[in-house]
């Protein structure tokens, strides 16, 4: 008999200790802070992805629109200024003014209209040739430039003086003294070496020139204008000794 209520005591405290178990269980489960429940935690994954997937969506929108804005700008750049609106004979001379310009002369602006102008030129009416010439987008610097090189190059020998007053002439260029000294300066022009340029032309001239009178012609004002120490180099360089 003592044995039969040792097992049933038994049996009663394992109940007591599961029963138990389950209650603590119970307690932990219910004592887990709101973010930690199943309930609780799904949502808020959910949430978190959603948020991460707006702000995604938010950042394609931006660059796309950047990137947008980006292709607008190189494109309005790329085609570059409207041109400009005027009547048939404008827009002829000035078709006509920037072919004079890209020619490689070297034109000022009032060289460019006289030759717009002129009867044995193009023609046009002063106004139109004004217009045009307003119109060209020219760099009269460059212009100069472009003119100084041009006479430097055909080998007749220009001294600094004589180049700017070539450039300046109402019978050569007409540019304006300050355009025609700042194409001068960066001309990069050797003038010893154009002295003696000038001193070959008047040797093989025929004329015949002893050191004295030909370093007197190179150095005239209305001459080519040498130094007398560039006259004595080109002369040294002939054979005039």
Same mark, same amino acid.
């Given at each position: ?10 049996? &009663?405290?394992?109940? $007591?200790?599961? !029963? #138990? +178990?389950? *209650?603590?269980? @119970? ?6 802070? %709101? ?82 102008? &002129?009867?044995?030129? $193009?023609?046009? !009416? #002063? +106004?139109? *040739?004004?217009? @045009? ?6 760099? %009269? ?89 560039? !006259?004595?180099?080109? *002369? ?6």
């Amino acid at each position: 008999m003592t044995e039969i209520n040792t097992q049933i005591d038994k049996k &009663s405290a394992k109940r $007591n200790a599961k !029963a #138990q +178990a389950a *209650a603590d269980k @119970a307690h932990r489960k219910a004592s887990r802070p %709101w973010f930690k429940k199943k309930r609780f935690l799904f949502p808020l994954i959910l949430l978190v992805i959603i948020i991460i997937v707006i702000a995604a969506n938010s950042g394609k929108k931006d660059s796309a629109a950047t990137s947008a804005g980006a292709t607008s700008a190189a494109s309005a750049q790329a085609a570059g200024p409207a041109a400009p609106s005027g009547t048939a004979a404008q827009l002829q001379a000035l078709a006509a003014a920037k072919g004079y310009l890209d020619s490689g002369i070297g034109f000022s602006q009032a060289s460019l209209i006289k030759q717009l102008t &002129s009867s044995a030129g $193009n023609g046009f !009416a #002063q +106004a139109d *040739a004004q217009w @045009a010439v307003d119109h060209s987008g020219a760099d %009269w610097n460059g212009q100069a430039l472009k003119a100084a090189k041009g006479y430097l190059a055909s080998g007749m020998g220009f001294s600094q003086a004589s180049l700017t007053k070539q450039l300046t002439s109402s019978a050569g260029n007409e540019f304006t003294a300050p355009q025609a000294e700042a194409a001068v300066a960066n001309s990069g022009a050797d003038w010893n070496a154009e002295a003696v340029k000038a001193a070959k032309g008047y040797m093989s001239s025929g004329m015949g020139f002893s050191r004295q009178s030909l370093i007197a012609q190179l150095t005239s004002a209305a001459g080519n204008q040498f130094t007398d120490a560039q !006259a004595g180099y080109a *002369a040294d360089q002939v054979g005039l000794k």
